[in-house]
């Protein structure tokens, strides 16, 4: 029972160090994104941004080999064995570097003629477009070969250093473009691309020295075990298929609704992936907390254990999502017209989509991590990839057919759906889930919550009138009912022990 309780102490503790982590960087982030465009200039900034896309457009494979990476080292924290500990760390250091150096030297030729060639660089501007180009591959590399370090941090559960560690990689970046304003002399672009080098190096350097010194599996000797290379190979490939079939959806989507309807749906897509992927980040931080000991109680054979993790987080997750995505969902018009000068038409359904589909897809990924966890990853990775295309090639048919692009929006959910009940099929095979009890457990309760934390909203957003007062009321009513119906979806006993915490905390201050 202590065991359990330090276990959900530290869920918890982590998970708060994430957020402050997440909203920090969204801060910096956001008024960084303002700042490097005053700085650099428009020109300089779209020859950078253009550059650096070729290299970027494969940053997937940094998600796919950390997720990995975490997965084999969290079972052998799990096993409690220092060996398999440190050959596993080694294999997922000769994996990252070889990865590195084959994409360094691939990109290298790709880069020759992407910029000889395809691209439209400016004149007098080519030496620097080779030049920051060059940098930019370095600097991916060097961030690439971060992961293995990372991914241990994460594994042992040291959630505050890596949420220090992400903090000071935004407000260096921040710096940066300070410096370069104390340098005018000096080639933006240029200056720009070494210090981000210089970053990302400086992280590494302290990635390494951490995890050397805290972890007894880390080192930087390399190791080639043929049978866990293997194992880990075969796991990357599937996962990273996993990734590319969301890649493939996403831009598919973006071409498909180019040739249809031209620039404008992809900017008004643009700007609701945007405020989506605000929203779903917070689950993503959520998810990361738990991840670690769903494998680790998965490696202890402790599979009831393991099921009401997963069912605990993903009803959190459930309730994140609903708390920012109901206020969201109602009001986007409100927030669109705020944040933007010129909105988009199709901006306001495009987000509602966007955030119905995460709404169901903080459902599936507790469910997904868990089969992630058992390694299985083949089939669902599989149907992840025929799902996304099948759903994509049914979108264009809809629209060479003349039918209306409203009809196109519920289908964009459908593959989250179909995901979501393979996954719960592959916990039943693979973790013996019951499914009557997950429904009681995870569908009643959240079925519930989402009913009453609606309900009152929405008949507001009938029958009231619009206008800026009204939507910061309707934000506030929002914000409210979704307490109290999260509070009720609590269970008393959950409730209980959060009112408790919050008492401890207070008597504390």
């Given at each position: 029972m202590s065991n359990i309780v330090s276990d959900n102490k530290r869920i918890a503790r982590n998970t708060i160090m994430l957020y402050i982590r997440l909203l920090v960087m969204m801060t910096v982030t956001f008024y960084t994104s303002r700042v490097v465009l005053q700085v650099l200039g428009v020109s300089d900034f779209g020859l950078y941004n253009v550059i650096c896309g070729a290299v970027t457009l494969f940053a997937f494979v940094n998600g796919s080999m950390s997720g990995?990476?975490?997965?084999?080292?969290?079972?052998?924290?799990?096993?409690?064995?220092?060996?398999?500990?440190?050959?596993?760390?080694?294999?997922?250091?000769?994996?990252?570097?070889?990865?590195?150096?084959?994409?360094?030297?691939?990109?290298?030729?790709?880069?020759?003629f992407l910029i000889g060639y395809v691209l439209n660089i400016p004149e007098g501007r080519y030496d620097t477009s080779y030049f920051i180009y060059h940098i930019s591959l370095l600097t991916f590399c060097v961030n690439f070969l971060c992961v293995p370090f990372e991914a241990?941090?994460?594994?042992?559960?040291?959630?505050?250093?890596?949420?220090?560690?992400?903090?000071?990689?935004?407000?260096?970046?921040?710096?940066?473009?300070?410096?370069?304003?104390?340098?005018?002399?000096?080639?933006?672009?240029?200056?720009?691309?070494?210090?981000?080098?210089?970053?990302?190096?400086?992280?590494?350097?302290?990635y390494v020295i951490y995890s050397c010194r805290k972890f007894e599996m880390c080192s930087l000797r390399f190791s080639?075990?043929?049978?866990?290379?293997?194992?880990?190979t075969s796991y990357t490939f599937w996962n990273t298929l996993g990734h590319v079939s969301y890649i493939i959806s996403t831009q598919g989507y973006n071409i498909i609704f180019n040739i249809f309807f031209g620039t404008t749906i992809n900017a008004a897509r643009g700007i609701a992936v945007q405020v989506s992927g605000a929203v779903s980040k917070f689950t993503q931080n959520f998810q990361l907390a738990f991840f670690p000991q769903i494998v680790k109680l998965y490696t202890m054979d402790e599979r009831e254990k393991m099921l009401n993790l997963v069912m605990n987080?993903?009803?959190?997750?459930?309730?994140?999502?609903?708390?920012?995505?109901?206020?969201?969902?109602?009001c986007i018009d409100f927030v669109l017209d705020i944040w933007l000068t010129e909105v988009p038409e199709y901006t306001s359904l495009f987000v509602k989509v966007l955030l119905v589909q995460i709404l169901i897809s903080s459902l599936d990924v507790s469910a997904d991590r868990a089969v992630v966890a058992t390694g299985r990853v083949k089939s669902m990775n599989l149907l992840n990839t025929c799902n996304q295309i099948f759903f994509l090639v049914v979108s264009y048919i809809i629209l060479k057919m003349g039918i209306d692009i409203m009809i196109v929006?519920?289908?964009?959910?459908?593959?989250?759906?179909?995901?979501?009940?393979?996954t719960l099929f592959l916990l039943?095979?693979?973790?013996?889930?019951?499914?009557?009890?997950?429904?009681?457990?995870?569908?009643?309760?959240c079925v519930k919550v989402l009913i009453l934390s609606s309900a009152l909203p929405i008949f507001c957003n009938i029958f009231f009138p619009r206008g800026v007062l009204y939507s910061l009321i309707m934000i506030g009513i929002c914000v409210i009912t979704t307490i109290i119906s999260i509070l009720y979806g609590l269970g008393s006993e959950m409730r209980e022990k959060l009112f408790a915490v919050i008492k401890n905390k207070i008597r504390l201050s």
């Open positions: 990995c990476t975490q997965r084999f080292l969290s079972i052998a924290i799990g096993k409690n064995d220092s060996s398999l500990s440190k050959k596993t760390f080694g294999v997922a250091l000769t994996l990252h570097t070889g990865i590195a150096i084959f994409f360094f030297i691939v990109m290298e030729i790709i880069g020759f241990a941090i994460i594994a042992h559960e040291r959630m505050d250093f890596y949420a220090y560690l992400s903090i000071f990689d935004v407000l260096a970046k921040l710096g940066i473009l300070y410096l370069l304003r104390l340098f005018p002399s000096i080639d933006s672009l240029r200056l720009y691309s070494i210090l981000l080098l210089l970053v990302a190096s400086s992280l590494w350097t302290i080639t075990e043929k049978e866990l290379l293997k194992e880990m987080a993903t009803i959190f997750s459930f309730y994140l999502v609903l708390f920012f995505g109901i206020p969201l969902f109602l929006m519920p289908i964009m959910i459908l593959p989250t759906v179909v995901l979501y009940a393979y039943k095979r693979y973790l013996q889930l019951d499914i009557l009890l997950y429904c009681k457990r995870v569908f009643v309760p």
